[in-house]
């Protein structure tokens, strides 16, 4: 009798004689109200099977997310890499858009989790909505039980079981109380478990909302970064375009300016032949050049070698030929005679800019281009370390430099680097 009356003190209001009440039948609920929504229960059926999969997808978005940024760090680290080099610049160009096509990649596997993101968000949105209602039903029924419960009072219990007129009838009352002890028991339980459902799903809608949200600005900065890339790449295509007309025209100069340097050397060596019969040639003394001399000239000026003698590629991917070598010094360095000779010519040739061609007799010459001013004339004999003029150049690509070319016979380029002296 005493568990009876223990489950009575929940179950008891609601309890009538079997008389009355002959079967115990769950709790009635609150009339016109339905134990689940219909379109809350077509979309759980609907998305029931969903969340695994979209878990899934995520997570394979994610992994290949950061596969695709492994590679586009790979590809800046290249990039940084190139800007170090000189390279031709469709090779920055490619690496720019390989860059664009990854960030992309990027932007479209962002696109893929938000769209992930925002199916977990709805199907935890309906599971919320269905156990909210759920719970308000059960907590409406509990609340009409509790309040039976205080009408009937803590005897009715009691009052129940002494009410009974045979042992038989005893047992039914026993047995109905108990069932309905039970059963609001489970309710309780119910209510419990619904309230922690609900408070679960709402941390878990928080959390993806909070994840949506910075996929949403990643998403957004990588598309700045989409365009930034485009606007790189574009300006890089109009660069490399400027520069190849620039170097065009700068080879169509240097086609020009050597082609009148050759002519002006051939001139200059067909009046040194006219005039070797009847006297001597200029610089035929002791200074004269010859293949001893080599590795024994003193530089004209000091400096570093800033480019050197035979093929060069630009920037641009062109390759020019160099008849001599570009010695770096600051502008108006005094700029010495390597030999003894006599100054043929004084004159400005293009973008050779001041060129002074002085004679060593036998068909060698030394020229001395990129100068600031010069400090001799033409017929004027030098001697070996006086000074014929300063460094200039500094309007050029390389800056304030000195242009240094040795020809032979014919006006054949030699390598100036194997004349001079070799430096420690």
């Known amino acids: 009798?005493?568990?009876?009356?223990?489950?009575?003190?929940?179950?008891?209001?609601?309890?009538?004689?079997?008389?009355?009440?002959?079967?115990?039948?769950?709790?009635?609920?609150?009339?016109?109200?339905?134990?689940?929504?219909?379109?809350?229960?077509?979309?759980?059926?609907?998305?029931?099977?969903?969340?695994?999969?979209?878990?899934?997808?995520?997570?394979?978005?994610?992994?290949?997310?950061?596969?695709?940024?492994?590679?586009?760090?790979?590809?800046?680290?290249?990039?940084?890499?190139?800007?170090?080099?000189?390279?031709?610049?469709?090779?920055?160009?490619?690496?720019?858009?390989?860059?664009?096509?990854?960030?992309?990649?990027?932007?479209?596997?962002?696109?893929?989790?938000?769209?992930?993101?925002?199916?977990?968000?709805?199907?935890?949105?309906?599971?919320?909505?269905?156990?909210?209602?759920?719970?308000?039903?059960?907590?409406?029924?509990?609340?009409?039980?509790?309040?039976?419960?205080?009408?009937?009072?803590?005897?009715?219990?009691?009052?129940?079981?002494?009410?009974?007129?045979?042992f038989g009838d005893l047992l039914s009352r026993y047995k109905y109380l108990y069932l309905q002890s039970r059963q609001d028991k489970s309710l309780l339980t119910d209510v419990e478990k619904l309230t922690t459902q609900v408070e679960r799903r709402r941390r878990e809608i928080l959390q993806v909302r909070s994840q949506l949200d910075l996929s949403r600005e990643e998403r957004e900065a990588e598309l700045r970064r989409y365009s930034s890339l485009v606007d790189e790449r574009a300006s890089r295509l109009n660069e490399a375009r400027r520069t190849a007309r620039t170097t065009e025209q700068r080879l169509s100069a240097l086609e020009r300016d050597e082609s009148?340097?050759?002519?002006?050397?051939?001139?200059?060596?067909?009046?040194?032949?006219?005039?070797?019969?009847?006297?001597?040639?200029?610089?035929?003394?002791?200074?004269?050049?010859?293949?001893?001399?080599?590795?024994?000239?003193?530089?004209?000026?000091?400096?570093?070698?800033?480019?050197?003698?035979?093929?060069?590629?630009?920037?641009?991917?062109?390759?020019?030929?160099?008849n001599g070598i570009r010695i770096g010094a600051p502008e108006g360095t005094p700029i010495r005679a390597v030999e003894s000779g006599t100054v043929e010519r004084v004159q400005a040739l293009g973008t050779y800019g001041l060129t002074i061609f002085l004679a060593h007799g036998n068909g060698y010459r030394s020229l001395y281009m990129q100068l600031h001013d010069a400090r001799v004339a033409a017929g004027e004999k030098v001697t070996k370390g006086q000074v014929i003029g300063s460094v200039g150049g500094s309007n050029s690509d390389q800056g304030p430099h000195l242009q240094f070319e040795i020809r032979g016979k014919d006006g054949i380029a030699l390598d100036p680097a194997d004349w001079l002296k070799r430096r420690r």
Not at 67 to 90: A, K, M, N, T
Not at 287 to 293: F, K
């Open 1 to 166: 009798m005493s568990d009876g009356s223990a489950v009575g003190r929940l179950g008891g209001s609601a309890a009538r004689p079997p008389a009355l009440l002959p079967s115990c039948r769950p709790a009635v609920r609150p009339s016109g109200r339905r134990s689940i929504r219909p379109w809350l229960l077509v979309l759980l059926t609907l998305c029931s099977a969903a969340p695994l999969l979209a878990q899934s997808d995520l997570d394979d978005s994610r992994r290949r997310l950061e596969e695709i940024r492994r590679e586009r760090e790979r590809l800046e680290r290249d990039r940084i890499r190139l800007r170090g080099e000189v390279q031709d610049l469709g090779a920055e160009l490619d690496n720019l858009e390989r860059q664009r096509r990854s960030t992309n990649r990027i932007v479209n596997e962002l696109e893929t989790q938000i769209g992930g993101l925002n199916t977990h968000v709805d199907q935890s949105s309906a599971a919320l909505a269905l156990a909210q209602d759920n719970l308000a039903e059960k907590r409406a029924v509990l609340a009409r039980r509790l309040a039976e419960i205080y009408k009937r009072g803590r005897l009715y219990t009691f009052e129940v079981m002494v009410a009974a007129q045979s």
């Open 260 to 322: 009148r340097l050759n002519d002006l050397l051939a001139e200059l060596e067909r009046a040194r032949r006219n005039a070797e019969p009847r006297v001597p040639a200029a610089g035929t003394g002791p200074g004269t050049l010859t293949t001893a001399d080599i590795g024994k000239l003193d530089w004209p000026v000091d400096g570093a070698i800033l480019t050197r003698f035979g093929p060069e590629t630009l920037h641009s991917g062109a390759t020019i030929v160099n």
